[in-house]
């Protein structure tokens, strides 16, 4: 059964910092890997998506890799700024309809 | 601009009541789907719809069902609330690559 966690629960960093989340899956056989960021009480806003046979996508500040072999996916945020708070969850595709979500890292940027 | 709609933000419903969450899209999806978060959990699916009337069961259908009469229009149904269904509750439309979501319901259960 795939499982995805996501380590840290919980990041302060102050601002302009670059950092870096984590996010790891038990089974390789993945369709795909999405971040997204939910912002307090709203919904899920896709980030990024990284197809099984890539091995990363960028969109401005954000880089997201994805090593399938071990099991693995950083959300990279360069220079972060206040706005950028929020939680940013992991998502593996599987396959058909069915998407496997991680438990998300609440991110803190302080002013 | 694709939309997805709830029809609460927040709800309070008493142990017993039959409860009924509403999502609308605009985006013409054959897709929609419904999750509950709950901290430390991450999204589960409950239930998902590919069709006009065609349902499936998600990881955790137990105390609910769904009804989807229209494309654009996905019902959530607790039959009969218990606490532990106290919840956010999301939806969504689209492809399982880009699901759309809506803003969500909170509810809680007393």
């Known amino acids: 059964k795939q499982e995805v966690t996501q380590i840290p629960a919980a990041l302060s960093v102050p601002e302009g910092e670059n950092l870096v989340l984590n996010c790891s899956f038990t089974d390789s056989a993945i369709y795909n890997l999405q971040w997204f960021r939910q912002d307090p009480g709203k919904g899920l806003t896709s980030l990024l998506l990284i197809q099984s046979s890539q091995r990363e996508q960028t969109s401005g500040r954000l880089n997201a890799s994805l090593d399938k072999s071990s099991g693995r996916s950083t959300l990279y945020i360069a220079a972060s700024q206040p706005g950028d708070s929020a939680t940013y969850l992991c998502?593996?595709?599987?396959?058909?309809?069915?998407?496997?979500f991680g438990a998300g890292t609440r991110l803190f940027v302080k002013a | 601009d694709v939309k997805v709609t709830q029809s609460s933000r927040y709800l309070v419903k008493r142990t017993g009541e039959k409860v009924f969450l509403e999502c609308v899209q605009d985006m013409d999806h054959e897709n929609m789907f419904w999750y509950r978060q709950d901290p430390g959990l991450g999204l589960r699916l409950i239930y998902f719809s590919y069709d006009v009337k065609m349902k499936e069961k998600g990881d955790i259908p137990e105390g609910y069902s769904v009804s989807r009469e229209k494309k654009e229009r996905f019902s959530l149904i607790l039959e009969s609330a218990s606490t532990n269904q106290t919840s956010m509750y999301l939806c969504a439309s689209g492809l399982q690559e880009t699901q759309y979501f809506g803003p969500g319901t909170r509810l809680l259960v007393l």
């Open positions: 998502a593996v595709g599987t396959g058909g309809f069915k998407t496997i």
